[in-house]
């Protein structure tokens, strides 16, 4: 089993010749509460998004084409907090991307050796209600090429309850319907094969499928001092040809208009809670 272990500030994601995948800073303009002002929202959003404004909210608004190219509304909330960060313990550029259709505050991510997709977009998001704060990580086109993933950068606390989401589709390689549900796999061998899987550690102890543990509230041990990270990985017996490339369908038409796959997690804690530091 190969682990690759992700750190956000990799040589790949900050130069050579995927630099165009992290263009870091372009100025928008908007008009807000009937004021022109300027916003610098940092990202490549809007090479792939029209009639874009910030409203009175600081909430970004536009039209962005999805993964199918097609024209679709979305926001980002908060749009102005994304800026550099000191998630993980460094300094990490926050950039605006479009990703498949929806806007969205992101930390990291690389292209595939191929070249021909970008894997593990990790975006984050973090607000507080009276009792509690709640954070959702999420991975948009998580790595398919390996068996297991590592993500550093994407820690929970023993004081947070843990709820998982997922869904979207994986090109598998191979000959004709080669998409593959990443949550419930259909077609042959997909009982073994084909499911992106899970593991956090104590309360996920070992790889899982992602399938098993979704929307269920997940808690740690009694007695649990450190914090942890997530690792997730995916169910192959070749990897070289996997990603998010040339869609079909799937086999009983299982990927029919679902694109790349994604994990999302949200942790929640009660704002009383003493915190044990993500570094």
């Known amino acids: 089993m190969f682990t690759h272990n992700k ?20 100025a928008l303009s908007c008009v807000r509460a009937g004021a022109a ?11 792939s998004c029209t009639s874009i404004h910030v409203d009175q909210n600081d909430t970004l608004l536009a039209n962005c084409q999805d993964y199918f190219n ?9 749009s102005s907090s994304c800026a550099p960060s000191s998630i993980g313990g460094g300094a990490l550029p926050g950039a605006i991307w479009n990703v498949d259709g929806t806007l969205r505050c992101v930390y990291s991510s690389h292209p595939s050796l191929s070249g021909r997709d970008i894997f593990d977009i990790v975006s984050y998001s973090s607000e507080y209600t009276p009792s509690s704060q709640i954070t959702v990580w ?3 086109h998580p790595e398919v090429t390996t068996a297991q993933t590592i993500y550093e950068e994407v820690r929970f606390d023993p004081t947070e309850t843990l709820v998982i989401d997922s869904g979207g589709c994986v090109q598998t390689g191979g000959k004709g319907s080669t998409w593959k549900s ?29 399938g098993t543990e979704l929307k269920v509230p997940l808690h740690f041990p009694s007695g649990q001092q450190t914090a942890v990270s997530l690792t997730l990985g995916y ?15 799937g086999d009983d038409n299982q990927c029919s208009g679902i694109g790349p796959a994604w994990v999302e997690i949200t942790a929640t804690t ?4 003493s915190r044990v530091k993500r570094k």
């Open 70 to 78: 097609r024209a679709v509304q979305t926001s980002l909330p908060h």
């Open 270 to 273: 009660n704002v009383q809670s």
């Open 37 to 47: 002002t300027q916003v610098q929202s940092a990202g490549p959003y809007q090479q």
């Open 235 to 249: 169910q192959d017996d070749g990897f070289s040809d996997n990603g998010y490339y040339a869609h079909d369908n």
């Open 138 to 140: 999420r991975i948009d």
């Open 7 to 26: 750190k956000f500030m990799d040589k790949r994601f900050t130069g050579g010749s995927k630099t165009s995948f992290l263009v870091l800073v372009l």
């Open 182 to 210: 990443y949550v419930k796999p259909l077609g042959d061998e997909s009982n073994r094969l084909y499911s992106g899987m899970i593991q956090v550690p104590t309360v996920i102890p070992t790889l899982v499928r992602v």
